[in-house]
């Protein structure tokens, strides 16, 4: 089958690759669609760790069942189906109380690390365990349903968050995924949703997709004092500006990590007893994810960027890696 290699550090090809076979637990999709996440185009350089070549990334598909594992009872064959990027186990104390996003086992899809490697979804085909899929509903895209786990992520963060109807919440980061947890706190009933980016262009987004208010980082202050904050990006400043920005006793929910460390301001934390919770991928919120697509109530169209085949994979990765297009979701189609 065809499939984009990450071959080296940052270097692709399109290779010939073995046709994978379902273990007795998994299904193997036909990909319709697969989105460029950004810890794809983080990891390429192999800087991360979790992106080590040769390996085939991907964990953000859509696409249909072709085959079966002999253990597989519940799926057939011609179902339009999406998945989770997380792999767990299923029988782990953390699994068995539902946080499967935190199991002891668990392989990630498009990953490869010291201790797994699981070939992903920029392939014709792709083997998924069972447990992870979710069927497409009836009338919604291959596109759109390649926004499951990003929007899962989103939603799994908003959980945390715990926001009451008419509460007023601060995103900081308007890139994809904070598109989507803006959309999600209004959809949890948010009075006021205000985004904080560096970009004119997602800020305009943000205000089309829901946000109430926008603010540009280094050009206007945010004073005002909200019920919870989002940080979406992961790094020293924009999470002091998300404890900074949020009333005594407040809850702030760290999702982005572009670095390992960052300051803290211990101080105003605990003197102003602000909550501060970690949110890592998603963990259980892939149908519900569908749903809302589906619903409506939550928009990924806006947020497709392009639409292209996966001989054209290597170039939007470089292109993504740039930055300088401010692309948001690229969606390959092998
Ligand atoms: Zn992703
Ligand atoms: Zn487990």
Redesign the pocket.
Known sequence: MKALELTAPSSFSLIEAAKPVPARDEVLIRVACC?I????VHGMDNSSGRRIPPMIMG??ASGVIDALGSDVAAWNIGQRVSFD?MVYCGKCSFCQRGETNLCEERQVMGVSCQEFKRDGAFAEWVVVPARILEAIPDGLSFEEAAFT??LA?ALHAVRLAKVKPGQTALVVGSGL?GLLVIQALKRAGCQKVVAVDLDRDRLALALELGADEIFHATEEKFTEEVDVAMEVVGASVTVNLAIQSVRKGGRVILVGNVVAQVDFPLQAVVTREIQVLGSCAAAGECGEALEAIASGEIKVKPLISAVVPLEEGSDYFQRSREGKEGLLKVLLKP
């Open positions: 989105g996440c950004g810890s794809d964990h953000e990027s786990e990003p992520v995924i």
